[in-house]
């Protein structure tokens, strides 16, 4: 099936990268297409920000960043870090606001980018 949830398609892009660095084949072109078509697709392909985006984070909002980025929750992230879910939707905005990204995806994005030049 076509990768519907931000989960779905974190979880179809990390299966697919080491096959596609093998140069094998990793998903069907129908697939293909379907994610090609999707809006957080889309939302990879026009992001401008730096890697060094993610330095203007503090620690914590880094730690906070990186585990949106394995697609947890809300109130994932809040038992994760022993908080609630309401400090976790404030640690979300800040996140947002200083990395100016429009919604949770385009944080995965940055942090998978900025994971990549480590």
């Not at 905005?93 to 994005?109: F, G, H, N, P």
Request: positive net charge; proline residues 3%.
């Amino acid at each position: 099936h076509a990768p519907t949830t931000l989960r779905d398609l974190l979880t179809a892009r990390e299966e697919a990268l080491p096959k596609s660095v093998q140069g094998t084949c990793v998903v069907t072109p129908r697939i293909t297409r379907k994610m090609l078509e999707s809006d957080a697709w889309r939302q990879t392909q026009n992001l401008t920000q730096s890697v060094d985006t993610l330095e203007t984070l503090t620690p914590r909002e880094r730690e906070v960043a990186h585990a949106i980025s394995e697609g947890l929750t809300n109130r994932e992230l809040a038992e994760r870090f022993q908080l609630s879910e309401a400090t976790i939707k404030t640690y979300v905005s800040r996140i947002l606001s200083k990395l100016q990204a429009r919604d949770r995806v385009e944080i995965v994005l940055r942090v998978q980018r900025a994971s990549r030049w480590r």
